[in-house]
C-alpha cells in the first residue's frame, strides 16, 4: 500500500515560516518526481514546487525565493520551508509522487497526500 501522510501545517502570522513533511511509504521513493500542490477555497489547485529524482527543482512564481523544497532519500521524506509567509499562502498543501515525470497537472501523479492546512493571517 502506499501513502503519502503530510504534516507541519498550522496558523501563522503573515511574515511567519512552517515546515512541512510529506513521509511515503510503499513506493521506490528515490526515483519519484515528488511535488508541493495547494488549493485555497474556490480556487484550482495549482503546483507550488517539485523536485525531481536528480533533485532538480522548480517554483511557482508565487512562491520564488520564499520557499524551498526538499527531499531526503533515505528517510523517504519531501519537505517544504515556507518563509515570508503571506496571506495568499492560505491553502490546503498536498505532496504527491509521479512516476514518469515532473507533470504540472495534479491528475497526472500516480499518487497523492490527503493534505495539511496552511492558514497565514495578516
Known amino acids: 500500500q502506499v501513502l503519502l501522510v503530510e504534516s507541519g501545517g498550522g496558523s501563522v502570522q503573515a511574515g511567519g515560516s512552517l515546515r512541512l513533511s510529506c513521509v511515503a511509504s510503499?513506493?521506490?521513493?528515490?526515483?519519484?518526481?515528488m511535488a508541493w500542490f495547494r488549493q485555497a477555497p474556490g480556487k484550482e489547485r495549482e503546483r507550488v514546487a517539485r523536485v525531481d529524482s536528480g533533485s532538480i527543482t522548480s517554483y511557482a512564481d508565487s512562491v520564488k525565493g520564499r520557499f524551498t523544497i526538499s527531499r531526503d532519500n533515505a528517510k523517504k521524506t519531501l519537505y517544504l520551508q515556507m518563509n515570508s509567509l503571506i496571506p495568499e499562502d492560505t491553502a490546503m498543501y498536498y505532496c504527491?509522487?509521479?512516476?514518469?515525470?515532473?507533470?504540472?497537472?495534479?491528475?497526472?501523479?500516480?499518487?497523492r497526500g490527503q493534505g495539511t492546512q496552511v492558514t497565514v493571517s495578516s
Open positions: 504527491a509522487a509521479a512516476r514518469t515525470g515532473c507533470w504540472r497537472r495534479w491528475d497526472e501523479y500516480n499518487y
Open positions: 510503499g513506493i521506490t521513493y528515490s526515483s519519484y518526481c
